[in-house]
């Protein structure tokens, strides 16, 4: 099982270094003169410009900065300083990255809370009214806009009733409505994922065995089928930690919490390149390690994938079956 998880980390290395590579690449095709903007809308003269230019590192070839910025990123963690204020963005970072995964964490389990049991009952109770009314209601929230969400709960919960804030992330409570937000459109895809694969599961022969031997409907659901069906409902898990990280840009937005991804914007509406750069490459990585974690859960409840990593003795001496 060791060898799994090694190999897993192993394959985040390159990932990471290749959208790093992408990530500078296609900044240099985004227009807007980063120069010009950092000269605060004064009038300046192309020497001042020139000027400028030499100052951010702009003039100098394509593969010499990309080098350069690498080369600080593995040796000395150095992400560049932001182009607006000259502030150092890696510490800006660390401070936010926790804010934006934490929202995106919280997210993630209240959809599978929420999602899987739902998903679970429809398939149960499949062509009856229960589950014609949870799927219509997972239809009506993957169809509903997120900022349009935040905004109601906002009035409801904040305005109306006062029961939550409105705004910040100084709390815990502040996180509630933020989390709400973000996990709605997933639980939806979770429900019609877990339904759909539930299904397939329940009409299998050992579960009509099961059935058939008047076991507890608990019992043949959780302890026979939903093991099974696992594989499929975990795999749109992850892949919904890099939509929800979308989701909380509008989500921070109007819920006014200095997070990662309001960062991003506003270094995409400014032009700086370091800002952008390095929030990219902090949500590539949120995104790796959600992905890791996903894999270690296929390692825990699928049998397959241990077997493929067990130490087995043979001949009298130990040999790794190959992945």
Not at 152 to 181: A, M, N, Q, R
Not at 294 to 308: C, E, G, N, S, T
Request: some cysteine; aromatic content about 10%.
């Amino acid at each position: 099982m060791i060898w799994y998880v090694i190999k897993r980390i192993l394959y985040i290395i390159p990932v990471v270094f290749v959208v790093t590579i992408l990530i500078f690449t296609l900044m240099n095709f985004v227009p807007g003169d980063p120069a010009t903007l950092s000269s605060n809308g004064e009038v300046v003269t192309q020497e001042q410009l020139n000027v400028i230019r030499d100052r951010l590192g702009l003039n100098k070839p394509f593969f010499e900065r990309l080098g350069i910025y690498l080369y600080n990123i593995v040796v000395h963690g150095d992400f560049g300083n932001s182009y607006t204020d000259g502030t150092a963005v890696g510490p800006e970072l660390l401070n936010r990255v926790w804010t934006t995964f934490l929202i995106a964490i919280m997210g993630l389990i209240l959809m599978a809370i929420v999602g899987v049991p739902l998903g679970i009952r429809s398939a149960v109770r499949a062509n009856t009214v229960e589950d014609r009314i949870s799927m219509l209601v997972t239809l009506v929230g993957n169809s509903m806009p997120s900022f349009w969400l935040a905004l109601l709960l906002v009035l409801l919960f904040s305005l109306k009733l006062g029961w939550l804030p409105s705004y910040g992330i100084s709390t815990p409570v502040h996180f509630i409505l933020p989390t709400i937000v973000v996990a709605l459109e997933g639980i939806a895809s979770i429900a019609r994922q877990t339904r759909s694969s539930m299904l397939e599961v329940i009409r299998s022969d050992y579960i009509t065995t099961a059935w058939s031997k008047g076991l507890p409907e608990h019992t043949v659901v959780y302890g026979h089928a939903l093991p099974n069906g696992l594989i499929p409902i975990i795999t749109v898990c992850g892949n919904q930690f890099g939509r929800m990280i979308g989701g909380v840009i509008v989500v921070e937005k109007v819920f006014s919490i200095q997070g990662l991804s309001s960062y991003l914007l506003s270094g995409v509406v400014q032009r700086d390149y370091p800002v952008v750069q390095g929030s990219l490459f902090a949500i590539a990585v949120m995104f790796c390690v959600i992905m890791l974690l996903a894999d270690l859960v296929y390692a825990y409840v699928d049998p397959r994938i241990k077997a493929q990593y067990a130490v087995k003795k043979v001949g009298g001496k130990n040999a790794k079956a190959e992945a």
